[in-house]
């Protein structure tokens, strides 16, 4: 079994929503996604999803995004970004998702090997337009992130991937408590997405600490979905 990872995916959503105002790169991107994704994936690899997945605002409105989703090669684990506003529910998403699918929230799952984990992340500390609010939110995200990491106590695995949206540091890549909790837990591959232009491929992928970042907004990637294990 293969891991892959490509978020960001932007889907249209009843919102009728394009990406192409952000540059004629995105001109068609989900069918030149799709077309990469079968070229590569095979019915047992899996594919992560961090996030940003459809434009839709209600959960109604994004259930032809998902199924466009489903139809494609592999399991496919999705995550809530940002702009994922028809997420109001996990019980509702849930409902949304395939035997080929897996909604991740204060959760995990087994594949092959693997235990993939993770949450949608936050701004963090220093951040220049970091605010009481945010402050809130990250710290939520904080937690969230241990109850999923804890989920796999007791299951069997080899390695650990987690999975987030947002990058678990500043502009900076200063350390964060999301960067001590990946520490602290061992862990060895991580994936994020919210990150968008090809220039940021240099900045955002490297390795820290034993710990190698990926990221894996699928403009950075120039829409191919990115190879993380096999």
């Known amino acids: 079994m293969r891991l892959y990872a490509i978020g960001d995916l932007h889907l249209s959503g009843a919102e009728n929503k ?14 030149l996604i799709k077309e990469n994704w079968v070229a590569l994936v095979n019915e047992d690899d899996s594919v992560l999803i961090p996030g940003d997945i459809s434009w839709a ?3 109604e409105d994004a ?11 592999g ?13 109001s529910s996990y019980r509702k998403v849930q409902d949304l998702m ?10 995990s799952i087994i594949v092959g090997d693997t ?6 992340g936050w ?3 220093n951040e220049k337009t970091f605010t009481l609010d945010d402050k809130k939110i990250y710290e939520r995200e904080l937690l969230r992130l241990k109850l999923s990491l804890d989920s796999i106590k007791g299951k069997e695995y080899d390695k650990v991937v987690v999975m987030l949206h947002y990058p678990p540091f500043n502009d900076s890549l200063e350390d964060s408590g999301f ?3 990946l520490k602290s837990y061992d862990i060895k591959q991580v994936v994020y997405a919210h990150l968008h232009g090809f220039r940021q491929k240099e900045k955002y992928n490297f390795e820290r600490d034993g710990i190698t970042y990926n990221l894996v907004s699928c403009d950075s990637l120039n829409f191919v979905p990115k190879l993380i294990s096999e």
């Open 179 to 181: 960067t001590e909790i």
């Open 63 to 73: 259930a032809n995004d998902i199924k466009d989703i489903s139809t494609l090669p």
């Open 115 to 120: 235990a993939i984990c993770g949450t949608r």
């Open 57 to 59: 605002l209600r959960f």
């Open 123 to 125: 701004l963090c500390p």
């Open 18 to 31: 394009t990406m192409d105002r952000f540059g004629q790169q995105w001109h068609n991107h989900w069918q």
């Open 98 to 107: 395939t035997e080929s699918m897996f909604a991740l929230q204060n959760n």
């Open 75 to 87: 399991k496919k684990i999705l995550l809530r970004g940002n702009h994922d506003y028809w997420w």
